[in-house]
C-alpha cells in the first residue's frame, strides 16, 4: 500500500516540477549597474548624492556597525559592543584580522581618527574604541552605521583605502565605477569578480538598457513600480525612506499651514505617483514612528483660508504669492510642484514654480537611517534645524518631529521607497528594507 | 463581557492575528486545570500553528463531550480574557495615568480606535484595561457633549513596538498629545508536514551568526552547533537548550563568504570540525577544547568516500579519496549523496555547474533538468527503493523547501510533498538513517535557524 502510494505520488509531482531553486551561490562574472545620480566623490565624509552613496559607500567602505530597520545591530568591524546605563559611554571590541585594500592591518587608531562628532568624542583604549559624550546616546549604532561614519584610511597622496567587499579598479567621477572583488574581504570574497556602475542614467534609459540586456540591475521610481509589477516583474521595494517636502525655512508659518491643508496629497499620489508612496503629514513614515495619525493629511479648504487669514491679521505684510523651486533635472518633482500651486490657489495662495531660487523649496530628503532619531537628525541637517541627538522615545520623537516642521518651515508631502529591479541572470539580490544593495552576496547564473 | 470573553478565548489565533498569539494559563487556577484537562492545555497553550482554537470548536461539536467542551471553552476564554487584560494592564497603566495628568478627575468621552495589527480582542482587553485605571484616577465617563474632555485614544505601531497615542482636547484649549511605547511580544514557532514521505521539522537551535552544521550527542540529550567562530555544547534542560560551554575555531584567514562546515563525532575524541582549509578536533585534558590547524583535510561524505573541499569557495573541488567503481573524479560539486542498492551505490553529486552526475561506478550520468538546488542528502524512509535524496528547492513564496525525490530507475522522482522553511536553506546535512539537519537563514528575523528533519514513509 505504501509503495502505490509513493508511485502514485511520485506520478503527480513528477508532472509539477518546481522552478529552479535553492542552489548555492556561484563564482564569477561581472554585475551591470546603472544608478540616476551622478556621484562626483567616492569619499564617504561627503555630503550630497545621498541615494548613490548609500548603495555604493558599503561596496567600499565599512561601519563598526549595520543597523537594520527593526533597529537591531549588526557586527561590522566591530564584533561587539557595550554600554554604560547611561548610554553616555560605549566600547567597541573590534573585529580581528581585518586589512585595508593594501594589506595595512585595521587599528582601534585609524577607527578613531575617522569618527569626528560635534556630540562625542572617540577615543583608543588598549584594543578597544571607546565613545564618550555627555549626553546620552542610546541611538549611537544607528549613527555610526550612516554612510559618513565609514572607516576610511586616507593614504599620503589623498586616495581612499577601506576594508569593504570591493576595491576600486577604476573611477571616471559621475559617470563610471569599476570595482574588482576583495579577494581578502573579512566577510569572505564577494561571488562576482566585479561590479560596473554607471552614473547619471535617466530612470528610462535604464529600463531600456535591462530590457535589452544590456545591464543586471536598475533603479526604479517609485512612479513606476506599479507599471513594472503590472508588467509581472518584481521590483525589490524598500519601505519609504525618501521624504518629499516643501521646505519653506522659519517665518512662513501661517502660509505654509495653509499650503499643508490645500494640498491634496491622496489624489497625487494615486495619479502621480501610482501608489508607489505614502502620503505624509509628518516627517518621519508611519513604519518608523508609529505617529502619523498624529499628523493629518486631509484636505481642508476652509481651515486653510483660514490660516491664511490669521496670518495676515498677524502680520500684514505677509503676502498671498509664493515661488516654488525644485530640481530642475527631476521630472517627477516639477510635476509634483506643479500640482502643489494648482491645488493652492483653493486656499487663495498664489504659487508659481520656477526654476531656482524660490520662497519654498521641493525637496527630496533621504531619511538616511531606520531610527527615527537618526532619521530626524538628518532631515534637520538638510534642513538647516539642529535636532537633539540620543532620541527614542516616540513621545520625544513626536515633539522633536512638530518642532523641526515648525523651525524648518517644511511641509511633508509623501514617503517614497527606493526600488530596484534585477535582470534574468543575477541571483541573491535582496535590497534591504532602508534600500542599500549589498551586491556583496549577489552571484550570476549561466556563462 | 461573557459573550466577548468567549469570543477572545477561541478567537486568539483567527485570521485577523497577524501572529499566533500564546495563551498562558494564568493565576491559581494554571494548576488545578493543567490536571483536570493536561491534554487539551498542553495542546492548546502554545498556540502554535493557528489551529488550535479550531480543534477546541471541534470537540465541541461532538454530542458526548458537548457539556464538558462547553465548560473547556469556557474556562479558556475566561482565561485568554485575563492574559489580555494582564499583558496590556502596564502600558494600559501608564497612558491612563499621562491622560489623567491632562484631563483631570470628571466626565472624559473616550474614543478608542485601532491602527495596528492588534486583533480586536486586544483591543477590547486594552479598552478595557484603559478605563478601569481612568476610573480609578477619578474620571467618569460620558458622551461628547456632556464630557469636559474628549480622549482620542489611537492603538498604532511602528516596526519596533505598539505606539499608543491619546489626542487629549479640555474644553476649548488646545489638544495636547500623549505617547506610550509597548513592546511587542514573542511570536510562536509554526510547524509543518509534508505527505506521501513525510517530513517534519523541529528547530533545534538559532542564533544571530550563520549556523554551518548541528548535531546531536548522547541520543539527544547533548548538542554540538557549528558557527564560523566557535563549536557551541549546550545540554537539554528544563525543556530547553542551556550552553555548557563555547569552544572558539582558531583560523589565521578570512572565510569564504558562503562559509561552509561539518561535525562529525569522532572515534576516540567528541568532534571533528571540518572547515574550508582548516580542520579541528576537540581534546579533553582538563577542560575540553578546540585545537585547529590550517589543512585541507578532506570531508568526509557518505559511505566512507571523503572529498577535497575547496579552501577559498564554497564547493567540493572534485577530488575523491577513492574511486567510486570505475569512476575516479568527479567534477566540481556542492553536495554528495550515496543511494545504496543492492549491488552497488549510486552516487548522485549536485554540481558548480548546475547539473546533476549520478555515479554508478560504471557511468557518469548527467541529469540536466533536475529541479532541486545544491543542497542535498541521503535519508532512509523505507518507501520505493529504500533510501531516497532529500534536496532543496524554491517555493512560489520564495522560500526554499526541502522534498524528497527517490531514483528508481536513475530518473528522480518525486515522492513528499515540499516542507518549506522560513528562508533559504544554507546548509543540509544528513543525520541518523531518517534524519538531516538544515539550516536556514530567516531573512525576516535576521537570524540562523538550524532545523532537524525527520522523514517518516506516510500509509
Redesign the interface.
Given at each position: 500500500?505504501?509503495?502505490i502510494?509513493?508511485?502514485l505520488?511520485?506520478?503527480i509531482?513528477?508532472l509539477t516540477?518546481?522552478?529552479?531553486?535553492?542552489?548555492?551561490?556561484?563564482?564569477g562574472g561581472t554585475l551591470r549597474v546603472t544608478m540616476t545620480e551622478s556621484l562626483r566623490s567616492l569619499d564617504p565624509a561627503q555630503d550630497g548624492n545621498a541615494a548613490a552613496r548609500t548603495r555604493v559607500t558599503p561596496l567600499l567602505f565599512d561601519t563598526l556597525v549595520r543597523v537594520?530597520?527593526?533597529?537591531?545591530g549588526?557586527p561590522q568591524l566591530a564584533v561587539a559592543w557595550q554600554a554604560d546605563r547611561s548610554f553616555k559611554k560605549w566600547q567597541f571590541w573590534l573585529r580581528p584580522?581585518v586589512r585595508f585594500w593594501d594589506g595595512t592591518p585595521l587599528t582601534a587608531e585609524t577607527v578613531v581618527a575617522g569618527l569626528g562628532h560635534a556630540q562625542w568624542k572617540a577615543r583608543v583604549n588598549g584594543e578597544f574604541v571607546v565613545i564618550e559624550s555627555e549626553a546620552s546616546l542610546p541611538g549611537l549604532l544607528a549613527e555610526l552605521a550612516l554612510a559618513r561614519n565609514a572607516v576610511v584610511r586616507r593614504g599620503s597622496t589623498g586616495q581612499l583605502m577601506g576594508t569593504g567587499p570591493f576595491v576600486i579598479k577604476s573611477f571616471v567621477a559621475g559617470k563610471l565605477l569599476e570595482l574588482a572583488a576583495n579577494e581578502?574581504?573579512?566577510?569572505?570574497?564577494?561571488?562576482v569578480d566585479g561590479v560596473q556602475i554607471e552614473f547619471g542614467k535617466t530612470l528610462r534609459e535604464q529600463m531600456v538598457a535591462l530590457q535589452l540586456g544590456k545591464v543586471d540591475l536598475i533603479e526604479v521610481g517609485a512612479e513606476q513600480i506599479g507599471k513594472v509589477e503590472s508588467e509581472g516583474r518584481k521590483a525589490q521595494v524598500s519601505?519609504p525612506v525618501e521624504l518629499v517636502a516643501l521646505v519653506g525655512g522659519p517665518g512662513r508659518t501661517k502660509e505654509l499651514e495653509a499650503l499643508s491643508l490645500a494640498v491634496d496629497r491622496k489624489s497625487i499620489q494615486s495619479v502621480l505617483l501610482r501608489g508607489g508612496s505614502e502620503a505624509a503629514g509628518g516627517v518621519l513614515p508611519?513604519?518608523?514612528?508609529?505617529?502619523?495619525?498624529?499628523f493629518p493629511v486631509q484636505v481642508d479648504v476652509e481651515k486653510g483660508r483660514a490660516a491664511l487669514k490669521a496670518g495676515q491679521a498677524k502680520a500684514p505684510a505677509a503676502t498671498r504669492a509664493l515661488t516654488l523651486s525644485c530640481d530642475p533635472g527631476d521630472g517627477l518633482a516639477r510635476l509634483l510642484a506643479e500640482r502643489v500651486a494648482l491645488n493652492a490657489r483653493e486656499v487663495g495662495l498664489s504659487v508659481q514654480v520656477v526654476s531656482s531660487g524660490g520662497d519654498l523649496h521641493l525637496e527630496r530628503i533621504p531619511l538616511g537611517s531606520?531610527d527615527?532619531g537618526v532619521a530626524l537628525e538628518e532631515v534637520g541637517r538638510a534642513v538647516g534645524v539642529k535636532v537633539a541627538p540620543g532620541l527614542s522615545?516616540?513621545?520625544e520623537i513626536?515633539l522633536a518631529e512638530k518642532k523641526l516642521m515648525d523651525e524648518g518651515g517644511v511641509v511633508p508631502l509623501f514617503h517614497l521607497p527606493l526600488a530596484a529591479l534585477v535582470g534574468e541572470r543575477v541571483r541573491g539580490f535582496?535590497a534591504d528594507k532602508l534600500g542599500g544593495w549589498g551586491l556583496?552576496?549577489d552571484w550570476m547564473?549561466g556563462p | 463581557m461573557a459573550s466577548y470573553s468567549l469570543i477572545a478565548g477561541v478567537k486568539a489565533c483567527d485570521a485577523h492575528t497577524p501572529k499566533c498569539r500564546p495563551l498562558p494559563l494564568v493565576g491559581m487556577t494554571k494548576s488545578a486545570l493543567e490536571g483536570l484537562f493536561s491534554g487539551w492545555l498542553r495542546d492548546s497553550r502554545p498556540c502554535r500553528n493557528c489551529k488550535d482554537g479550531a480543534a477546541l470548536v471541534r470537540l465541541g461539536r461532538g454530542r458526548s463531550q458537548h457539556g464538558l467542551a462547553c465548560a473547556v471553552m469556557l474556562i479558556f476564554s475566561l482565561l485568554g480574557s485575563a492574559h489580555a487584560t494582564s499583558v496590556w494592564e502596564d502600558p494600559a497603566r501608564e497612558l491612563a495615568r499621562k491622560v489623567a495628568e491632562s484631563t483631570g478627575p470628571g466626565a472624559v468621552a473616550v474614543e478608542v480606535g485601532n491602527?495596528s495589527s492588534l486583533s480586536k480582542a486586544d483591543v477590547a482587553a486594552v479598552r478595557t484595561a484603559l478605563e478601569g485605571e481612568l476610573a480609578k484616577s477619578g474620571v467618569h465617563f460620558a458622551d461628547r457633549e456632556r464630557a469636559e474632555a474628549v480622549v482620542v485614544v489611537?492603538l498604532?505601531?511602528?516596526?519596533?513596538?505598539?505606539?499608543w497615542?491619546a489626542?487629549i482636547a479640555v474644553g476649548k484649549n488646545e489638544r495636547s498629545?500623549?505617547?506610550?511605547?509597548v513592546p511587542r511580544g514573542e511570536a510562536g514557532v509554526v510547524q509543518a508536514a509534508g505527505?506521501?514521505?513525510v517530513l517534519r521539522k523541529q528547530l533545534l537551535w538559532t542564533q544571530?551568526e550563520a549556523v554551518l552544521d548541528a548535531v546531536m550527542l548522547d541520543s539527544g540529550a547533548h548538542m554540538a552547533v557549528l558557527d564560523g567562530s566557535r563549536v557551541t555544547l549546550l545540554h537539554w534542560e528544563k525543556g530547553k537548550w542551556q550552553k555548557d560551554q563555547e569552544l572558539p575555531v582558531q583560523h589565521?584567514?578570512?572565510?569564504?563568504?558562503?562559509?561552509r562546515g561539518r561535525l562529525v563525532v569522532g572515534k576516540d575524541h567528541l568532534l571533528d570540525v571540518y572547515l574550508p582549509g582548516a580542520f579541528c578536533q576537540t581534546t579533553q585534558h582538563g577542560a575540553m577544547a578546540l585545537e585547529c590547524v590550517a589543512k585541507d583535510e578532506a570531508w568526509p561524505l557518505d559511505d566512507g568516500l571523503r572529498a577535497g573541499f575547496d579552501a577559498?569557495?564554497?564547493?567540493f573541488t572534485g577530488a575523491i579519496s577513492s574511486a567510486v567503481g570505475k569512476i575516479t573524479s568527479v567534477p566540481a560539486f556542492?553536495s554528495a549523496v550515496a543511494l545504496p542498492r543492492e549491488k552497488y551505490t549510486l552516487w548522485v553529486f549536485a554540481g558548480?555547474d548546475?547539473t546533476v552526475h549520478a555515479v554508478d561506478g560504471m557511468t557518469d550520468q548527467v541529469w540536466h533538468?533536475v529541479?532541486?538546488?545544491?543542497?542535498a542528502a541521503a535519508v532512509h524512509t523505507?518507501?520505493?527503493a529504500g533510501w531516497q535524496v532529500a534536496?532543496?528547492?524554491?517555493?512560489?513564496t520564495g522560500n526554499?523547501?526541502l522534498?524528497v525525490y527517490?531514483v528508481p530507475d536513475r530518473e528522480p522522482?518525486?515522492?513528499?510533498a515540499?516542507l518549506s522553511f522560513p528562508g533559504?536553506?544554507t546548509a543540509l546535512w544528513a543525520g541518523l538513517e531518517s534524519q538531516a539537519v538544515a539550516v536556514v537563514h530567516n531573512?525576516e528575523a535576521?537570524r540562523y535557524e538550524a532545523y532537524r528533519v525527520l522523514f517518516t514513509?506516510?500509509?
Open positions: 500500500m505504501k509503495r502510494a509513493c508511485c505520488l511520485a506520478a509531482s513528477w516540477w518546481p522552478a529552479w531553486g535553492g542552489v548555492r551561490p556561484r563564482y537594520d530597520a527593526e533597529g537591531r549588526h584580522g581578502a574581504s573579512w566577510g569572505g570574497r564577494p561571488f519601505f508611519e513604519w518608523m514612528s508609529g505617529t502619523g495619525v498624529l531606520g527615527p522615545a516616540p513621545g513626536y535582496l556583496e552576496e547564473e | 491602527r489611537t498604532s505601531e511602528n516596526v519596533r513596538e505598539y505606539v497615542l489626542e498629545v500623549v505617547v506610550v511605547a505527505s506521501g514521505v544571530e589565521g584567514r578570512a572565510w569564504p563568504r558562503d562559509l577559498e569557495r564554497n564547493y556542492y558548480v548546475g533538468a529541479p532541486w538546488g545544491s543542497d523505507g518507501c520505493g534536496a532543496s528547492g524554491k517555493t512560489d526554499d523547501e522534498k527517490d522522482m518525486a515522492m513528499s515540499g533559504r536553506i531573512e535576521s514513509c506516510g500509509d
